[in-house]
């Protein structure tokens, strides 16, 4: 007995496979010549006996599978059963694409089976054949078919047409569910149905605790099989007598609603659960027309295309949610009972899905999350870069093969450090400015844009810092205008000065180091915290307007560092602080990953517990004010040497709010 196979290559056409070679006989295998590497390491994978394995050189899309009439006279009167399964299950792909490869392909299939005089033609078809059928929908309803306007669904319905209505050839039609990976290792070898929500699954996770309760979407019942059942079960009916011209419902029995099915996923990839549901089934009311008018406006256009963007699910798919069909399976049971085969529970087999999604698929696997990748011949201004937290950022773009552009004030200590750089191999070229003058803010923009061309990020980090209480600043206003001035002014100088090219471009990075003092609203820092305030303040509303041109707005909520700027504060010496090389560490995570805000947990809880309880947080804040006192330089005393160290209990809170301005 011998097989001849369309898409063996295909995901189940592999299983199928390798299911035949443990009949005897012959399997014949239409592989394109182009496709050949693909075959033998499925091949070599899969572990098939080549000797029983046969390549056939083909193509669907041309008639009769591009067989030559040799390859015709070998295989006529040979094959038994003609397994056709090549298609595109594709939801995303072009009508012509499908149409191409579904109808006509089918129709290419069947006139080879037809000339080989093949015994039973056996086409894999889709319950998308059903197209949006509203009920229950048998194993010999066709004609009944409803919303097929969908290519996808259009093309498996006309191809199993064509197959329905053959004449030279008996055949046998199976109509699988949505096909995910091998219930007993995961396997699957493209994202496609479930798992274009794993993506959000797992941003859920990174962003919540597994217990908290999300919204989440209800609405049909999708029908899910693994593969290995496909595969088993029609290996099995083919070989049952009796069963042509008949169609099977390769499909679960007792299918889950789409909300059960994502939290299955969620309790499998340890993300929290959509426990309060929204039927998506009740804006059915609405009129379909209104609908239409709504989804097409702009701005929700956008909105919907920016979120379907970032979890990466195409909007073909959003029409399947309130999927309103219900297969009935009795042919199909009946031809496999007493086999064993029937289709597992997916609470069973959910976690190997995801395992392998996780190892195998996930696209940010794919991402190039490496420093190199982000900078490598990028032009990127570094503020403040001499050193500290500047300084160790440039060491570090430097080494990846960025045009490191470092300014500061100070010349000698600048040239230094791009001297230093240079001998180590780094493009750097520094410039000096103040920052907090307008006019050399200017002048430095006119500098970098005329010997580079453009800026591809820009990280502010060159600030100014005041620690003093209100009480002690009622005769220094000018604390308030000088930290305006360079921490706020200065850096929004830069910004407009660069963003003109980055926008024509639609491509840039501004990345603005704020602090944590800004989310703890930390005592004795007002003029300081007010001028980062004002910084971030302006990012958030520049990033409503710029991300649709390309432009990337990062703050950085910065907890405590040691660096030049807090040197002044002797008690600083004490309590825990940052590195500037693990503050640099943050820079890199901003560059690489480009989100819109980066803090510790104790900032994000700081602000948290001040929006939640504000009274609560005032108490805890003004016990810290009476805690840390005013530093001998902050109160005008000169002749103070050295301060007092700091007890016991300061270094203990200090400790306790790890990395907060006190």
């Not at 995901?11 to 014949?28: D, E, H, M, P, Q």
């Not at 399964?85 to 579904?102: F, H, K, P, T, V």
């Not at 805000?597 to 947080?617: C, E, H």
Request: proline content about 5%.
């Amino acid at each position: 007995m011998s097989y001849f196979v369309t898409g063996a290559t295909g995901f189940i056409g592999r299983y199928l496979v390798t299911n035949l070679l443990k009949r005897s006989g012959t399997v014949y295998v239409l592989v394109r010549k182009d496709s050949q590497k693909k075959f033998d390491a499925i091949a070599k994978k899969a572990g098939w006996d080549l000797k029983r394995v046969s390549v056939v050189y083909g193509d669907m899309t041309k008639a009769k599978c591009g067989l030559t009439p040799t390859q015709v006279r070998t295989l006529s009167g040979k094959v038994k059963h003609f397994f056709h399964l090549a298609a595109i299950y594709d939801l995303a792909a072009s009508a012509e694409a499908q149409r191409a490869a579904n109808i006509d392909g089918t129709q290419h299939a069947l006139d080879l089976a037809a000339t080989i005089k093949a015994g039973v033609f056996h086409h894999t078809s889709s319950i998308a054949a059903a197209g949006l059928y509203p009920g229950i929908f048998r194993e010999d309803m066709f004609d009944e078919a409803e919303g097929l306007d969908d290519p996808y669904l259009r093309t498996k319905h006309d191809s199993e047409g064509l197959v329905r209505n053959e004449k030279r050839i008996k055949w046998r039609i199976y109509r699988p569910g949505m096909v995910v990976g091998h219930s007993q290792t995961g396997e699957i070898d493209k994202i496609d149905g479930p798992y274009y929500f794993f993506t959000l699954i797992k941003k859920l996770r990174e962003i919540l605790p597994a217990w908290m309760p999300v919204l989440g979407i209800e609405g049909g019942r999708i029908n899910i099989v693994p593969v290995d059942y496909v595969a088993d079960a029609m290996d099995h009916i083919a070989h049952k007598p009796k069963l042509d011209s008949h169609t099977f419902h390769l499909t679960d029995p007792e299918p889950l609603r789409v909300g059960e099915v994502l939290n299955t996923f969620c309790r499998a990839g340890h993300a929290p659960e959509m426990t309060m549901r929204i039927d998506a089934r009740m804006f059915a009311f609405v009129p379909s027309g209104i609908r239409g008018a709504v989804g097409n406006l702009p701005p929700v256009k956008r909105f919907i295309g920016m979120l379907l963007r970032d979890f990466k699910i195409p909007k073909e798919v959003l029409k399947f949610i309130t999927y309103p069909t219900r297969f009935d399976s009795r042919e199909a049971e009946r031809a496999l009972k007493g086999s064993g085969i029937a289709v597992p529970k997916l609470e069973g087999y959910a976690w190997r899905l995801w395992d392998y999604w996780e190892r195998h698929l996930d696209p940010d696997l794919f991402i190039d999350r490496t420093l190199k990748g982000k900078v490598r011949n990028k032009v990127v201004v570094i503020t403040g870069g001499s050193s500290g937290i500047g300084l160790s950022t440039a060491q570090r773009v430097a080494e990846a093969g960025a045009i490191t552009v470092i300014v500061a004030r100070g010349e000698e200590e600048l040239f230094k450090a791009r001297d230093e750089m240079k001998k180590a191999g780094g493009k750097v070229f520094a410039y000096t400015a103040d920052l907090a003058d307008m006019a050399d803010c200017d002048r430095l923009v006119k500098l970098v844009l005329e010997e580079h061309g453009h800026v591809d990020i820009l990280i502010n980090n060159a600030g100014r810092s005041i620690r003093r209480s209100i009480e002690a600043s009622y005769d220094r206003f000018h604390d308030f205008e000088r930290t305006m001035q360079l921490n706020y002014f200065g850096s929004i100088r830069l910004i407009m000065g660069f963003m003109p090219t980055m926008t024509h471009r639609r491509k840039g990075h501004i990345i603005n180091i704020s602090s944590i003092g800004v989310l703890a609203s930390s005592p004795r820092f007002s003029a300081y915290v007010a001028s980062k305030a004002a910084l971030d303040a302006f990012s958030r509303c520049a990033q409503g307007e710029l991300s649709g041109k390309g432009i990337s707005f990062t703050t950085i909520n910065m907890p405590l560092v040691k660096t030049p700027m807090i040197a002044p504060t002797k008690m600083y010496d004490s309590v825990p602080t940052l590195s500037p090389e693990e503050a640099a560490d943050l820079l890199v995570k901003a560059i690489i990953e480009k989100p819109s805000r980066i803090a510790t947990r104790l900032g994000i809880f700081s602000a948290l517990v001040n929006a939640v309880a504000p009274k609560a947080y005032e108490v805890i804040m003004s016990t810290a004010f009476e805690l840390f006192p005013d530093s001998a330089a902050a109160k005008g005393d000169r002749k103070a040497l050295k301060e007092s160290a700091p007890s016991q209990e300061q270094i203990a809170f200090a400790s306790l709010m790890r990395g907060v301005h006190w």
